[in-house]
Structures are given as C-alpha cells and as structure tokens.
C-alpha cells in the first residue's frame, strides 16, 4: 500500500500561511498527473474536496487555498488563513490500490 | 445537482449485519463510480472499494474483503453496502462518495455520512 505522511497539528494565527506537507511511500504521478487530492472536513460534517491532481482548485473553494509537488511530495497552502478555515486536513492519492489517505492534520488557531 | 442521500444512524449488536444506503440524485447513477469510505471514531479515513452501477462491477480494499459488500439498485438510484459479523472495531461513520468521472478521479461528492454503533 501507498503510505501518506502528513505534517503535524498546525497552529496558525488569523491571516497568516499556514503550509502542510504531505510525503507518500511510492511516486502518485503517472504520464504527467499527480494523483493527489486533498480535502477538509470539520468536526461532523463530511471531507470536502479542495484541490485535485496535486494543485488544481475544486470548484467553489477560495483561492487562498493553493496545492503544489509531485512524485512523493505534495503541500498544501492556505494564505491567508480565516476563522472557517479551522479543520482538520486529508491528502489522498489514487494512483494504486488500495486508495489511500494520510493521517490528517489539524489546523487550529494560535 | 448532485447530492448523495444516507441512510440514517444504526445501532446493531455485535456478530449481526447492517446494510446502509446511498441514494443518488442530480446525475446519471449508472454511469459513475460509488465509492465508500470508513472513518473510526477520532481517526483518518480508509477506502472501502467502489462499485459501478452500471454493470455491478465492483473492486475492493483487500482489508474489506469478506467485511463489506457494495450493491446497488439501478431502479431507485441507490448504492449500498453490507457489513457483516460486526464488532466493535465497525463501529464507525461511513461515506459514500462519487468519483468525478472516471474510477481514478476525486472524490467529488460525498454523502452526509452514516454512523454505524456496535454494541450489545
């Protein structure tokens, strides 16, 4: 299986970056595509699509949110960072089966 | 537009089965893939396997074989999935997910999710 490896909890204050990473065990590209995705979900709510193919934005979702890497490194950025920006972070590639998911990282106010 | 409709919380006693329930809306069901996905309470999230409605075809993550088995209904537009000799470690919430439109595409759209409790 593909192994995602998420920075940890991040404390951010109001309208600063807030950059997380995220590292896989195998390379997600193939013919010029990232596999990579990467959501947010809040606490009781379903995850939300933000970014997808590693740095192309969801429909819907602000433009301060930003995805970029390749291969086995992938980041995402959210600058600046907003009160409802406050969850918790998920990458996912489906390069190979079985799909898989990082850890998560949760994004919370200094 | 898309929605993903699930059915509701269940409560079920240890070694039964469940079967809950994705009701699509707003595209044509036989023509994208379902997706289901595991969220433990207060972990990350894990692939289950997907389903397409269109001929029933189905792949699933090695660690659910024989845990989950997804189905859908082409006449009502619903996707489910079936877990059986249940224990404590399925008790869970569960979300349903289409992929934009091809099996390897995002996760698009998700269903509001399904607690499933596991208890005596």
């Known amino acids: 299986d593909i192994v995602l490896t998420q920075s940890p909890p991040l404390a951010v204050s109001l309208e600063q970056r807030a950059t997380i990473s995220c590292k896989t065990s195998q390379n997600v590209d193939n013919y010029g595509i990232s596999y990579m995705h990467w959501y947010q979900q809040k606490p009781g709510q379903q995850p939300k699509l933000l970014i997808y193919?590693?740095?192309n934005l969801a429909s819907g979702i602000p433009a301060r949110f930003s995805g970029s890497g390749s291969g086995t490194d992938f980041t995402l950025t959210i600058d600046p960072v907003e009160a409802d920006d406050i969850a918790t972070y998920y990458c996912?590639?489906?390069?190979?089966?079985?799909?898989?998911f990082g850890p998560g990282t949760k994004l919370e106010l200094k | 537009q898309v929605q993903l409709q699930q059915s509701g919380t269940e409560l079920v006693k240890p070694a039964s089965s469940v079967k809950i329930s994705c009701k699509a809306s707003g595209y044509t069901f036989t023509s994208n893939y379902m997706h289901w996905i595991r969220q433990q309470p207060g972990n990350g999230l894990e692939w289950i396997g997907w389903?397409?409605?269109?001929?029933?075809?189905?792949k699933y993550n090695q660690k659910f074989d024989g845990k989950a088995t997804l189905t859908a209904d082409k006449s009502s537009s619903t996707a489910y999935m079936q877990l059986s000799s249940l224990t404590s470690e399925d008790s869970a919430v569960y979300f349903c997910?289409?992929?934009?439109?091809?099996?390897?595409?995002?996760?698009?759209?998700w269903g509001q999710g399904t607690l499933v409790t596991v208890s005596s």
């Open positions: 389903i397409y409605p269109g001929n029933g075809n189905t």
């Open positions: 193919e590693g740095s």
């Open positions: 997910a289409r992929s934009l439109r091809r099996v390897e595409d995002w996760f698009a759209y």
């Open positions: 996912q590639q489906n390069k190979d089966y079985p799909y898989t």
